[in-house]
């Protein structure tokens, strides 16, 4: 039986998932707001850059996918929360480095 997965391989794959409107993955964004295992079950909070963004669904997919291909992974549930509102606070370093406002 695999190893569990860990939160920073979990990370990095979520850093292969973008809003197609940003270049920014969405870790660099501050849209992940929690990624917790157990047992090889993944649950993750994440947020959008704003609450009626018409990307949400393909977003979450596209996260939920980038997880689900870890090994060690069983299950995979991905939350849209909006509590907190995301800022362009959130905004990694590398993130504003990319966005050009750094």
């Known amino acids: 039986?695999?190893?569990?997965?860990?939160?920073?391989?979990?990370t990095t794959?979520?850093?292969?998932?973008y809003d197609p409107e940003i270049p920014v993955n969405v870790v660099d964004l501050g849209l992940i707001y929690e990624v917790n295992v157990e047992e090889g079950n993944v649950s993750v909070e994440m947020t959008l850059t704003f609450p009626g963004c018409g990307m949400g669904p393909y977003i979450g997919q596209q996260a939920e996918w980038a997880i689900a291909e870890l090994d060690g992974v069983e299950d995979v549930h991905v939350?849209?929360?909006?509590?907190p509102p995301w800022t362009p606070?959130?905004?990694t370093y590398e993130g504003k480095q990319l966005l050009g406002i750094e």
Do not use: G, Q, S
Request: without cysteine.
């Open 79 to 83: 939350e849209m929360v909006y509590d």
């Open 89 to 91: 606070d959130m905004i």
């Open 13 to 17: 794959a979520l850093k292969d998932v």
């Open 1 to 10: 039986m695999p190893a569990d997965v860990t939160v920073e391989e979990i």
